[in-house]
């Protein structure tokens, strides 16, 4: 068949008549076992054709029929970014000295190459962009009730480095969602060796998501490495990817030749990748520890401190500027209670922890090798009272950064400004609460014991000894420390 078909367009200086208008066929882009795909121009602008060309004759003739409308028609009703743009299906006839022949003919989008020919030259990027367009792609697929079944480089097509899912000529279409659907003979083999599940060998297992999901293990290891992979001993991805280790795994669950030791569906393997990407506690203990190393290097027994406003203040600037990267796991307490730290940076050596405002007397650092312990205890100022309107006072509001109002305003929700009344909410509003004595707060991890409730009590005590000497003493701090160890959490004990 497909010698006769390029025997007739050769004849024909590679022109074709379809219902659109004349088609010049350029150059064959692709081929597969029953079919073949030309890039082709019409009206001045290209386009691919692909032709429906199989020796098959009778039932199984109408069988790979009916299957290629389907692909075109139940397509054609998916909208997605992550599918091929069919544009138009005909039927070509030729004739010639064997007589009258009619061609299935879908008119698609061109695109400029396959995943199987991308050259792209950054791998770390294009593989997390690659894994991203699976998951998504498979995922709209499968909720819109198709299962490919034929998952492949080469059923990837790229353009302007966006990806598209192509040929689904033996998709599976829910019967509940699709009127026009194509049977399997049983002793038909569906989908391809090196990229299919292997129970697609076995004509009569029926279509299951987790067939796709295999073929996205393939795709994701032929990338990565270069090859498929059957058997065990799987060669490891060895790119210098993000999170390489997160992805081999998912990469082994897909490979199962198990199909229900696989993910069963691709929420499953978006759960796994958020899940696998949580930062582990040991982890936030260490960054947390590199911090008040990095800061304060030089540790005596253990213990470091510092009355040094540059320094504190590059140490608060570093655990600001990661908060996103601890995801809240850096809170601070009072030994009345706790919370996540949020600071705001007010001026040389006043921040503000949430709404209050604090001038930073000095610092007492602790860390150890183990990372576990690792705390800052911040002594604090009294601070200078505003002055408004003529009188002292340790809390103010302030609007756009220019004027004071008062609590009762705030609660309101309204203010009267310069004679005129506004919308609180449609202004910046800061809250400041200042401190009338010297006073102390702890810094630390979630996961460390001085965040305990147990360990309230002394952390109370602690600083009210601490406010009536006016100081804070080595000795005492030391069996302070001594003291809050012993309240690890059941996760951390259970980690050791």
């Known amino acids: 068949m497909k010698e006769r078909f390029s025997k007739y367009i050769k004849e024909n200086d590679n022109i074709i008549q379809l219902s659109v208008g004349k088609i010049n066929l350029i150059k064959k882009i692709g081929e597969g076992g029953n079919g073949i795909v030309y890039k082709g121009e019409i009206f001045e602008k290209t386009f691919a054709f692909k032709f429906l060309l199989s020796n098959a004759s009778g039932k199984t003739l109408n069988t790979k029929t009916?299957?290629?409308?389907?692909?075109?028609?139940?397509?054609?009703?998916?909208?997605?970014?992550?599918?091929?743009k069919y544009v138009d299906y005909d039927l070509l006839t030729i004739t010639d000295l064997k007589g009258s022949l009619t061609i299935p003919v879908i008119m698609m989008k061109e695109y400029e190459s396959s995943l199987k020919h991308d050259e792209s030259q950054n791998k770390n990027k294009s593989f997390t962009n690659l894994f991203n367009f699976l998951i998504d792609s498979v995922e709209q697929i499968h909720n819109e009730g198709i299962i490919h079944r034929d998952l492949k480089p080469e059923n990837?097509?790229?353009?302007?480095?966006?990806?598209?899912?192509?040929?689904f000529g033996i998709a599976n279409y829910n019967p509940d969602i699709f009127k026009i659907r194509a049977n399997t003979k049983k002793s038909e083999r569906i989908g391809n060796r090196l990229f299919s599940a292997p129970e697609q060998e076995n004509s009569e297992v029926s279509p299951d998501l987790t067939m796709d999901i295999y073929a996205i293990g393939q795709i994701l290891q032929w990338y990565a490495v270069g090859e498929t992979h059957r058997g065990t001993g799987r060669k490891k991805i060895s790119l210098d990817i993000d999170d390489n280790i997160v992805y081999d795994r998912i990469i082994d669950k897909c490979l199962s030749n198990n199909p229900k030791n696989r993910f069963q569906q691709i929420s499953e393997i978006r759960k796994y990748l958020k899940d696998s990407k949580k930062k582990d506690i040991f982890d936030n203990m260490y960054d947390f520890s590199e911090l008040l190393r990095s800061n304060f290097p030089k540790n005596m027994n253990n213990f470091v401190n510092s009355k040094n406003t540059k320094r504190i203040d590059s140490l608060l600037q570093s655990i600001y500027e990661k908060e996103k990267t601890f995801d809240k796991q850096i809170w601070q307490t009072d030994g009345q209670g706790s919370i996540e730290i949020k600071l705001t940076k007010k001026d040389i050596g006043v921040w503000k922890f949430w709404e209050y405002e604090y001038q930073i007397k000095e610092i007492w650092i602790y860390y150890d090798s183990s990372s576990l312990n690792d705390f800052i205890l911040i002594n604090y100022d009294k601070s200078e009272p505003?002055?408004?309107e003529g009188k002292e006072t340790y809390e103010t509001i302030i609007v756009d950064n220019e004027h004071h109002i008062s609590y009762a305003e705030y609660q309101n929700g309204y203010a009267e400004i310069n004679d005129e009344i506004v919308e609180l909410s449609k202004h910046e509003i800061e809250v400041i609460l200042r401190e009338?004595?010297?006073?102390?707060?702890?810094?630390?991890?979630?996961?460390?014991?001085?965040?305990?409730?147990?360990s309230y009590n002394l952390i109370h005590n602690f600083i009210e000894n601490a406010k009536k000497n006016k100081l804070i003493d080595l000795e005492n701090l030391?069996?302070?420390?001594?003291?809050?160890?012993?309240?690890?959490?059941?996760?951390?004990?259970?980690?050791?």
């Open 386 to 388: 505003f002055i408004i």
């Open 436 to 454: 009338k004595e010297e006073g102390y707060l702890f810094i630390g991890l979630k996961s460390n014991p001085l965040l305990d409730g147990r």
């Open 66 to 84: 009916e299957r290629f409308l389907a692909e075109y028609f139940n397509i054609i009703t998916i909208q997605s970014s992550f599918i091929v």
């Open 478 to 496: 030391k069996k302070f420390q001594f003291d809050i160890r012993k309240n690890k959490s059941i996760e951390i004990l259970s980690r050791l």
């Open 156 to 167: 990837i097509l790229v353009k302007n480095g966006e990806y598209v899912l192509a040929d």
